[in-house]
């Protein structure tokens, strides 16, 4: 399995633009690039998936360069209820019976 | 209902005490994955069921835990003589595979067990 790397936290403020980057060097061909969102006392959220080059839906973007060895998710604009934990996870999760293997995420605060 | 829903949502319990958390997966999901996450953590996996029958149990931390899920839909996470180690949120997830590229699993709000 893919480990991956990503900031502690990272800090922002309403109206920016929010960049989290995730490190996958031994990233595997079948492998896929999942983020997952979760609030305080709630469980995950699927927001964004991608193989590789971008991916764009209502909540965010994904960009994955050509050695797929890392990935950026991108929250346009973030407001104060962006504020969670954000998980990269790096797999062909149907091989693994489906099993999500979660790092320790991403604190982001968004402050007023 | 719509989503995944988790009973109760809290539980304290005496050091020794045995306790059952209840999941309700949505409605049709073949599969379903139990979690558990500890204070500042990520989700660990503990143990995933396609329909009644459970496929992986390699996250279980010991013989203390056991799931079964006996008509493939409702699923009981059931944890003998409880430690203090064992407090932590227990998630539930379910979802409809594919076989294909990652398949969304959708979470419910956890069990929080605070073991005294």
């Known amino acids: 399995l893919a480990k991956t790397t990503q900031p502690i936290s990272m800090d922002s403020y309403e109206g920016q633009e929010v960049n989290i980057t995730c490190s996958h060097n031994?990233?595997?061909?079948?492998?896929?690039i999942t983020w997952y969102q979760q609030f305080p006392s709630q469980g995950p959220r699927f927001i964004i998936q991608?193989?590789?080059t971008k991916v764009t839906n209502e909540v965010a973007s994904l960009f994955i360069p050509a050695d797929r060895k890392s990935s950026t998710l991108s929250l346009p604009r973030v407001s104060l209820s962006d504020t969670a934990v954000y998980y990269c996870?790096?797999?062909?999760?149907?091989?693994?019976?489906?099993?999500?293997?979660f790092g320790q995420g991403t604190e982001l605060s968004v402050k007023p | 209902g719509a989503g995944v829903s988790q009973s109760p949502r809290y539980k304290v319990a005496k050091r020794g005490q045995d306790v059952a958390l209840r999941c309700d997966p949505i409605?049709?999901?073949?599969?379903l994955f139990w979690y558990q996450q500890a204070l500042g953590q990520g989700p660990e996996f503990l143990t995933y069921?396609?329909?009644?029958?459970?496929?992986?149990k390699s996250g279980l931390p010991s013989d203390r835990f056991f799931a079964e899920r006996p008509e493939g839909s409702v699923s009981t996470l059931k944890i003998q003589r409880t430690q203090q180690e064992d407090s932590a949120v227990y998630l539930c997830?379910?979802?409809?595979?594919?076989?294909?590229?990652?398949?969304?699993?959708?979470f419910g709000p956890g069990t929080r067990l605070t073991v005294l």
């Open positions: 996870l790096v797999g062909a999760f149907y091989n693994q019976g489906g099993k999500l293997i």
């Open positions: 031994n990233i595997a061909t079948n492998d896929y």
């Open positions: 991608g193989y590789k």
């Open positions: 409605s049709g999901h073949v599969s």
């Open positions: 069921f396609q329909n009644e029958a459970q496929l992986d």
């Open positions: 997830a379910s979802n409809q595979p594919t076989g294909k590229g990652h398949i969304e699993q959708f």
